[in-house]
């Protein structure tokens, strides 16, 4: 929620107010859905209306939450105790399905979380590089290579995953962790350098200016006054990455193999496999998985939602 | 879509005045070479993939050995080829349903969100309906598969528990209802981007509209109709132009839960170019099914980009 919104609220409860002095000042009659007696009864009947409001959008969401709910509720149970009781969670909590799960989707973990690192990292320093380039340089050919790097905006990846396999495959790169890296960078940065660009044109020519004065460089504005300031953008370009990581199927499922090197999305399709009915280690399984990914939206919801978006913290709200 | 904005608000950082001066900061050196690992790692994983398809997709492409120029066999082949023409009668079907039915709800909570007279209550719901775009795609896919699983699922169990055995079946197994039940994962789709987008939308719409319009008696239904939709015509537009994309690219629900089949039912087209690439090792068939795909979701960007171009510049193609 930005600052905005709660402005714009309190003008609005301001005219309310208003507006309803105005009313009870009319005399009766004069506005025929105005009067005293239509405002009381009418308030009534929104205080029901709210509670109505409420138990839909719960039911709603409750509906949206069952199915990780029960997820979660299995992950603590036998499969014994699954049979006996279904709907309802049981005791004692098997915590062993957690450990069981644990140990095969371990590896799995380790890949993704490096990848995600590694694609950050590579992400951020082409884009912020870029960005600031873009932004803030005059060169010939600026608005011709801004536009090679925007038009890929429209290429869903999908749409070069044959060829883009024969190329890795040439290169002799399947099965390795640069496979799974350098495809997550080129398709990050894309986004990334728009979003740093627009960034960083923003920030007032008085701080470069000054920078200059005191005899800053490019590549020291770059790093004293750019880099700190686009702390938000990066932000969201590297949780937007490790969403990517996470969400990623076909192209890990296509190039790599070997089970260690299984990111989450493709080693959990393949755990599922392992686990044919062993519901309880196999609910543990996606509820671990699926832990980074709750807890950063828990703890960053507002970048969480900009990346989703596409934009920048604020611009969705 | 080059946004002006950044241009006017961000000069050239030393103003030469010098004509010699500036004619050299023109050709800044350093600004390429800034440039250039940027444009070496898209140049290898974007530009030339995208045209190394579109080359081979006129060869019997062979990776490794030699592939002979094939012409127009492949696009011809895939003219006749009934199963890709298919998928795309699935992709139709995905289509209709993604831009209704996967609306209504999100509309529907978007409006009661909106109308919920508490700040606070506001946020908690716009959170918790939210919250399960916070699970991994494939945690949710696969939860889903485990709800239509034939003897544990959560379906057939509630059926059976209140006696309906009847209907309890193959949900996913079943031809006649795989496909409806790959779209009802993730029901009521409310966890969303075009729930995001109405939401944010309701919330911009000045309040003094809503006065205006409950002091001329409109109702509930009446302000949603006659207020509101109008209201979010650009939004839905740019929403309507984003499925198009997005369902194009539908596969890896398909993939997990019913591998394509039963029969063909659940063919999309993205399935069905892996499986010839990597099931039949049909290299220029592939690329040529994969140019296709391109070619039709690069056009449809196209138009969305000229919509966007006068509209909401913060959503983009997922």
Request: contains cysteine; glycine residues 8%; charged residues 15%.
């Amino acid at each position: 929620m930005s600052e905005r919104s709660d402005v714009l609220t309190t003008t609005a409860t301001a005219t309310t107010s208003r507006v309803s002095a105005r009313e009870s000042r009319t005399p009766r009659g004069e506005l025929p859905r105005g009067g005293g007696d239509g405002r009381r009864s009418r308030s009534r009947g929104s205080r029901a209306g709210q509670g109505a409001v409420i138990l839909v959008l719960g039911a709603i969401a409750v509906v949206a939450l069952f199915p990780y709910l029960f997820m979660f509720m299995t992950s603590f149970k036998t499969n014994q105790q699954f049979n006996e009781s279904y709907w309802m969670p049981t005791w004692p909590l098997r915590l062993e399905n957690y450990s069981a799960a644990w140990q095969q989707i371990q590896p799995y973990f380790i890949t993704s979380i490096l990848v995600a690192f590694a694609s950050i990292i590579g992400t951020v320093a082409l884009a912020s590089v870029a960005g600031f380039l873009f932004a803030r340089y005059e060169f010939v050919g600026r608005r011709v290579l801004y536009g090679m790097v925007v038009m890929l905006m429209m290429v869903p990846p999908v749409a070069s995953l044959i060829p883009m396999f024969v190329l890795m495959r040439d290169l002799g790169l399947l099965n390795s962790m640069t496979v799974l890296i350098l495809p997550h960078i080129a398709s990050s940065v894309v986004l990334a350098t728009i979003l740093m660009r627009t960034f960083v044109g923003q920030i007032p020519q008085e701080l470069f200016d000054a920078a200059r004065i005191d005899g800053a460089s490019g590549p020291r504005m770059f790093r004293s006054l750019v880099l700190p300031l686009s702390l938000p953008v990066i932000g969201t370009v590297s949780l937007l990455t490790v969403i990517n990581v996470w969400n990623d199927f076909f192209w890990p499922l296509l190039v790599i193999t070997e089970d260690k090197l299984r990111t989450i999305p493709v080693g959990l399709a393949f755990f599922k496999g392992q686990n044919a009915t062993e519901w309880g280690p196999l609910f543990a399984g996606y509820t671990l998985a699926s832990l980074p990914l709750l807890l950063l939206f828990t703890f960053l919801s507002k970048y969480f939602l900009a990346g989703v978006q596409g934009g920048l913290p604020g611009t969705g709200k | 879509m080059a946004s002006p904005v950044a241009e006017r608000n961000a000069p050239a950082p030393t103003p030469q005045t010098k004509g010699e001066a500036r004619r050299r900061r023109r050709f800044p050196w350093f600004v390429y070479l800034g440039l250039l690992p940027l444009f070496a790692l898209l140049g290898l994983l974007a530009y030339y993939p995208a045209a190394s398809g579109v080359y081979h997709s006129f060869f019997d492409w062979r990776p490794g050995f030699d592939s002979p120029f094939v012409g127009l066999d492949n696009y011809r082949t895939m003219f006749a080829d009934d199963l890709w023409w298919d998928s795309f009668k699935n992709l139709g079907y995905i289509f209709l349903v993604s831009v209704t039915v996967m609306w209504f709800f999100p509309l529907l909570a978007a409006e009661l969100v909106i109308s919920l007279k508490s700040e606070r209550l506001q946020f908690v719901f716009r959170t918790v309906l939210i919250f399960p775009l916070a699970f991994p795609g494939v945690v949710t896919v696969l939860v889903w598969s485990f709800i239509f699983d034939p003897n544990d699922g959560m379906l057939n169990q509630a059926l059976r528990g209140i006696g309906l055995d009847a209907l309890a079946h193959n949900w996913v197994g079943d031809p006649a209802t795989a496909l409806p039940s790959l779209l009802v994962i993730g029901f009521p789709w409310v966890a969303s981007l075009p729930f995001l987008v109405f939401l944010t939308a309701l919330q911009n719409i000045p309040k003094e509209v809503y006065e205006a319009a409950s002091l001329d008696g409109c109702g509930r239904l009446r302000r949603v109709l006659s207020i509101d939709l109008p209201l979010m015509a650009a939004q839905m537009k740019l929403l309507f132009f984003l499925a198009t994309i997005s369902v194009l690219q539908f596969g890896f629900a398909a993939y997990l839960v019913t591998g394509g089949g039963p029969d063909n039912a659940t063919q999309v087209p993205v399935l069905r170019m892996i499986s010839i690439a990597f099931e039949g090792s049909d290299w220029g068939y592939a690329a040529t099914l994969s140019s296709t795909l391109f070619a039709i979701t690069a056009l449809l960007s196209g138009a969305l980009t000229l919509i966007r171009r006068k509209e909401n510049p913060d959503v983009r193609a997922l």
